[in-house]
Nanobody, 127 residues
Framework: VQLVESGGGLVRPGGSLTLSCTIS????????IGWFRQVPGEAPEGVSC????????YYILSLKDRFSTSIANTKKTVFLRMNNLRPEDTAVYHC?????????????????????WGQGTQVTVSS
């Protein structure tokens, strides 16, 4: 399994970015993809997750109004759309895979459930 993140960059406060997580080496769709972010010296923080099979997405409550997660028709790319970005959103953003999400839906908080994290993509929000 390999996950590759892309789409990060430098953006002004209030701007938007769309990150991509490209998935390879996985068959079927009975898994979830989670998005996480991490700043140096801190633990990773959950952002969102989506069940690839059913497309149901879940978010950390504080981010729900600004962030959205979607899946490409091919089911090989998961997107994270981030609107109205703030300086505190600055972090390295990673995606990971949960190969056995609960039937009740994936959890963006359960960072430890996700494996095969990609190398991450840097998002910097600054004027």
């Amino acid at each position: 399994v390999q996950l590759v993140e892309s789409g990060g960059g430098l953006v002004r406060p209030g701007g938007s970015l769309t990150l991509s997580c490209t998935i390879s080496g996985v068959t079927g769709d009975d898994y979830a993809i989670g998005w996480f972010r991490q700043v140096p010296g801190e633990a990773p923080e959950g952002v969102s997750c989506v069940g690839v099979g059913d497309g149901h997405a879940y978010y950390i409550l504080s981010l729900k109004d600004r962030f959205s997660t979607s899946i490409a028709n091919t089911k090989k790319t998961v997107f994270l759309r981030m609107n109205n970005l703030r300086p505190e959103d600055t972090a390295v953003y990673h995606c990971g895979i949960d190969k056995g999400p609960p039937v009740t839906g994936c959890s963006p908080r359960a960072v430890e459930w996700y494996t095969n994290w990609g190398q991450g993509t840097q998002v910097t929000v600054s004027s």
